[in-house]
């Protein structure tokens, strides 16, 4: 048996417009960041941070405090007592070694340690407000690009209705007459719960 030839398949012709398959006028690209909470964030840190970075940030919060210039003062003035023969001499060597030595070696690198941590979520809030900053400029881009592809677009519409017009024989100056021509006219009546004087 002879195969019968194939026949070559026949393709129908696209009858569509390709404005048809025009889903969208611009393509947005969005910015690829997220917007986080920082102080979501700081708490995630402080739980997952040691005993030592706690003890850290209470002393440079608890430093940072009146009660601590208090506290010194009050330091500073039994130093001065013990000098002018108050106390012993004993309680004046006490004092020097608390104020220069103690709190001097001790103190400063906790507090140290402690406006880093602290610094760690003003550092953290800057990047995330530079961050959001420049996403909203993408955003504002991408409307502003938005807004010119549909002015393009409005624009070419325009093009082609005053073509159709045209072919038509109707000018664009016509347009306003014809539109007052078709508009209704008022309506004598009053409306409703208005009444007329004979």
């Excluded at 023969?85 to 220069?100: E, H, M, Y």
């Amino acid at each position: 048996m002879q195969e019968k030839a194939k026949q070559p398949e026949q393709v129908a012709p696209n009858t569509h417009h390709p404005t048809h398959a025009l889903t969208s006028l611009f393509q947005h690209n969005p910015y690829p960041y997220k917007p986080r909470n920082v102080n979501t964030l700081r708490k995630a840190e402080q739980a997952a941070s040691g005993t030592n970075t706690h003890i850290a940030v209470g002393l440079t919060k608890g430093v940072g405090t009146m009660w601590t210039a208090y506290a010194f003062a009050v330091l500073a003035i039994v130093g001065l007592l013990a000098i002018l023969g108050v106390f012993s001499p004993l309680v004046a060597l006490l004092v020097v070694w608390a104020s220069q030595t103690f709190i001097q070696l001790v103190m400063l690198p906790i507090l140290s340690v402690g406006q880093n941590v602290l610094g760690h979520h003003a550092e953290l809030q800057a990047d995330e407000q530079f961050n959001t900053t420049q996403k909203s400029y993408h955003d504002l881009e991408e409307i502003m690009q938005h807004l010119a592809a549909q002015d393009a677009e409005l624009l070419k519409h325009t093009k082609m209705l005053i073509h159709l017009l045209s072919a038509a024989g109707i000018t664009p100056e016509q347009i306003p007459d014809v539109a007052v021509s078709n508009s209704t006219p008022p309506l004598d009546t009053p409306p409703a719960g208005v009444q007329t004087h004979a």
